[in-house]
Each structure stands twice: as structure tokens, then as C-alpha cells.
């Protein structure tokens, strides 16, 4: 994963993510297994939703990169509770390749 990656979260309770991602090997993937929001304590209150959710896991998205001399796109959209807007801090986010 590239510098610059970036979680956006909108007040609406909307979440989106932005980064290149590559890897060196063929036939691999970029898998955020949850993003979780933070307080000012640093204390998980949740963690944002797949809008499109794979059957195992609603916390998590991918990227599949079949070619290691390329970089990819890796985009996605969540949603989480908007209520927890206000007091989101900081993000925390579990991921491999």
C-alpha cells in the first residue's frame, strides 16, 4: 500500500477508501479485514460496513491484483453508524496481502 491511502467518513455515516496497492507476487489481494472507529481514547466503538459485504465477513474488502508489475486502485464504500460521527478520532484498520 502506497502513501496517501485515505478513509474519508461523511457525517451521513458514509465511509469511503482510496489507495494504490500492488505486490510481488501474481494472483494475490489486498484484504482489509475491518476498519475500526476510534475515540479520543483510542477505544474501538465500531467498525465500518461493507456497503457490498462478502458472505464470511461484512468488515471486509478487497482488491485482487493479478499482475505484480502493476499497481491497482483500491477503492471501497462503507457505512457505519452516524451517530458515533462526532466522536471519531482516530481509525484503526487490520489488513494483508
Given at each position: 500500500?502506497?502513501?496517501?491511502?485515505?478513509?474519508?467518513?461523511f457525517s451521513d455515516g458514509n465511509a469511503s477508501f482510496d489507495a494504490v496497492v500492488t505486490s510481488s507476487d501474481d494472483d494475490d489481494a489486498w484484504i482489509i479485514h475491518h476498519a475500526d472507529l476510534l475515540d479520543r481514547n483510542q477505544a474501538v466503538m465500531a467498525s465500518v460496513v461493507n456497503v457490498?459485504?462478502?458472505?464470511?465477513?461484512?468488515?471486509?474488502?478487497?482488491?485482487?491484483?493479478?499482475?505484480?508489475?502493476?499497481?491497482?486502485r483500491f477503492t471501497?464504500?462503507?457505512?457505519?453508524d452516524p451517530g458515533l460521527f462526532a466522536q471519531v478520532v482516530f481509525m484503526s484498520m487490520t489488513y494483508s496481502c
Open positions: 500500500m502506497f502513501e496517501g491511502a485515505t478513509w474519508t467518513l457490498n459485504p462478502w458472505p464470511d465477513n461484512p468488515h471486509k474488502f478487497a482488491q485482487n491484483m493479478p499482475d505484480h508489475r502493476q499497481r491497482y471501497a464504500q462503507g457505512r457505519f
